[in-house]
């Protein structure tokens, strides 16, 4: 569903698991500053909210998105983390490189799920405009930053009660 018939804030709180147990890393471009310090604030308040301490977030900053893949690599690979999120911003302008910097950063964060067996979370607003963008970063829209908490909290716990050996989501592991 498009962002312009949602709120990226809303979302049922009861469905969460506490965030407690849970290291969590956070990479935040700079580039459309103002916007990804939006995102961030946002990220920690719901990580906070649903029981993160603030010891157990780690974050790091990098030029722009291009760089979140590299920059989630290294932070992951200087912790022990449960997930890390990374969260930008590209705007898109009178040329592509907009496709070329989302695309590259969406394969490259997968590759990373995959091969590290760890949810790496894209949070990266793709808009056409700047109004876009404050929209979804605390404006009309809610804030892309809180979905992209959401998402990690939901994904380490899922991680985590796998590697327990549980399925929390109701289906039997015997096909």
Known sequence: MASAHQNLSTYD????PSAEPFAIGIVVADWNREITHALYEGCVETLLKHGASED?????????????PAGARLLAASRKLDAVICLGCVIKGETRHNEYINQAVAQGLTNLSIAS???????????DSM????????GAHGN??????VTAIRMAALR???RKGKSSIGFSSKL
């Not at 157990?56 to 979140?68: D, R």
């Not at 876009?132 to 970063?137: D, G, I, L, P, T």
């Not at 892309?144 to 908490?149: I, L, Q, S, T």
């Open 13 to 16: 709180e009861s469905n969460i």
């Open 56 to 68: 157990q977030i780690h974050t790091v900053q990098v030029p722009g998105s291009f760089e979140l």
């Open 117 to 127: 067996n760890m949810p790496f979370i894209f949070g990266v607003l793709t808009p």
């Open 131 to 138: 109004e876009q963008a404050v929209e979804r970063a605390g």
């Open 144 to 149: 892309k930053g809180v979905e992209a908490a």
């Open 160 to 162: 985590s009660s796998l």
